[in-house]
């Protein structure tokens, strides 16, 4: 047990002084294993920050019921206190025609407009919010709403929701296609660099085999070498999101601010980021793993 | 122990390289393989570490089957030999001390242990002092030298070497062979190819002579 610790510390501290060695071609390939790393999983994190807000606008499913305008005044609140009543109503406000003239007129712009009309065209109001903020309860909602023949017009905004959730959806499988296609990068970029550093050793190897050291033992430091190069192409693939959304970040909340909201895209959660590293950490082992099958064998002591 | 027994090597191509080769070298024997370039000789040698497989016949060393065994059990074969190459084999991206240390470094030593092995080993073939230098800054029998310290550092108990004096003058080969004879006389058992005759007729030892392929008789030397 111990002799095997030391032979795979030993083959860790050989893999980590051929890092050193490189030294431009080592750096050359964690930058561009980094580099490719970065598109999917800033991808992910910005459509992470996109479900924070659209998940936001789902927690406020807003329905306003426009009322006929022939209606009376106290037929208008007795449906309204009905409503209210319906157990899928979380909150209910009643906006009389005369409130909701007053708020229109507060628009810059629009008095003017608003002193030359005769009378009031704006119907009553009821604005409300439901307690299941699901679209199909939403949905459910506004058509029960709908048949209430007081009621001339009912607007949820269920359906923008959901084109926004099928948009993310097709983001998210758009990032999936693009981390499977850089991963095979990343496991060719792996194998390379790995042939390479086969090529230069050609003669430690031969010898080493000569003398007795088993296929394992010649193996074991290029995938080491792999899954450090691996693991530092994911380091630098997190560290290039995480500027590029700080850099995002300054705009995006003074865009956010001008809305009077204060959002801001977040980083990847520590369990994403550590995920993100070990995916790296893993497809550079396995670009090691098939470089080395493929071309050790081709070194036979003559 | 080195038992030979009706081997023949025929290389892909169809030139036989061997042929019908028996012969038995005892256990704490030393043996000299002479016999002009292209003899075989190095072939012969290559059969003992399995570089190299026989056609036909079988190659027994310490009691093993050699021809017939499982490519992983190879390494620990070559482990309990020491090997001698005609162009040493070194590594010159490191120090003399890191090349002796190599094959301690496939068995899993402790690190005290793998030096203090290392440095008997290169204390027998008086290159201690240069432990610390680039194999490339030393000369040409200081070279072979290093190659058999690392040869021995596994304390085998069975030393083969090809050619391990071409190229060298004669004080520097004479040198090799004296430390060859040292590790005889303290047990090993030793087969050294090499082609000069008279340094093998002056160690009035026992010769194996191949000419074209087979073994002219296991006459005794000298």
Do not use: C
Not at chain 1, 148 to 162: F, K, M, N, S, T
């Amino acid at each position: 047990m111990r002799a095997w610790l030391r032979q795979h510390r030993r083959a860790f501290a050989a893999a980590l002084g051929k890092l050193a060695a490189q030294r431009a071609t080592g750096i050359v390939s964690a930058l561009v294993i980094g580099v490719a790393l970065a598109l999917p999983a800033g991808g992910y994190a910005l459509l992470e920050g996109m479900r924070a807000l659209t998940g936001r606008v789902a927690l406020d499913p807003q329905l306003s019921v426009f009322l006929r305008s022939d209606v009376k005044r106290t037929d208008a609140e007795t449906l309204a206190a009905r409503i209210k009543a319906d157990p899928r109503v979380a909150a209910l406000r009643f906006v009389p025609r005369e409130q909701a003239l007053k708020d229109l007129g507060a628009v810059a712009g629009l008095s003017d407009v608003i002193a030359a009309l005769e009378r009031n065209p704006l119907p009553d109001a009821v604005v409300l919010r439901s307690r299941d903020p699901g679209p199909q309860a939403i949905d459910a909602l506004a058509a029960d709403l709908r048949r209430e023949p007081a009621v001339e017009h009912v607007q949820a905004d269920a359906g923008w929701a959901r084109r926004l959730a099928a948009l993310a959806r097709l983001g998210r499988l758009a990032v999936l296609l693009l981390a499977a296609l850089l991963a095979s990068g990343l496991i060719a970029v792996t194998f390379n660099t790995i042939r390479l550093q086969i090529l230069t050793q050609r003669d430690e190897i031969e010898v080493s085999k000569l003398i007795g050291a088993t296929d394992a033992f010649i193996r074991r430091p290029f995938f080491y070498l792999g899954l450090l190069q691996g693991l530092g192409g994911g380091l630098l693939a997190l560290a290039i999101v995480w500027a590029g959304l700080a850099l995002l970040n300054v705009q995006v909340v003074a865009l956010a601010a001008t809305y009077g909201t204060n959002f801001r895209f977040a980083f990847l959660t520590p369990g994403d980021a550590l995920a993100v590293g070990l995916l790296a950490a893993g497809l550079g082992w396995l670009g090691a793993y098939l470089s080395v099958s493929r071309y050790l064998r081709d070194i036979q002591p003559k | 122990m080195i038992s030979f027994s009706r081997v023949s090597k025929r290389y892909p191509g169809g030139q036989e390289v061997l042929k019908d080769v028996s012969f038995l070298v005892d256990a704490g024997e030393l043996a000299f393989l002479t016999g002009p370039s292209g003899a075989g000789k190095s072939t012969l040698l290559k059969l003992i570490p399995a570089i190299e497989r026989p056609s036909a016949g079988s190659v027994v060393v310490n009691g093993q089957n050699v021809g017939a065994l499982k490519p992983t059990a190879i390494p620990y074969l070559r482990r309990r030999l020491g090997l001698v190459f005609q162009d040493q084999k070194l590594l010159y991206d490191r120090s003399v001390y890191d090349n002796v240390m190599l094959p301690l470094s496939f068995s899993g030593l402790a690190p005290r242990e793998a030096a203090k092995r290392a440095r008997a080993a290169l204390d027998k073939v008086g290159l201690l002092a240069r432990e610390k230098a680039n194999p490339i800054q030393l000369s040409g029998g200081e070279q072979q030298r290093v190659a058999i310290a690392r040869a021995v550092v596994n304390r085998p108990t069975l030393l083969i070497a090809d050619e391990p004096t071409a190229n060298l003058d004669e004080e520097s080969a004479l040198r090799i062979l004296e430390i060859f004879l040292a590790f005889h006389q303290v047990g090993v058992t030793v087969l050294i190819a090499t082609h000069d005759q008279a340094l093998v007729r002056r160690f009035g030892r026992r010769v194996l002579r191949l000419t074209g392929g087979r073994l002219d008789g296991a006459a005794p030397g000298a």
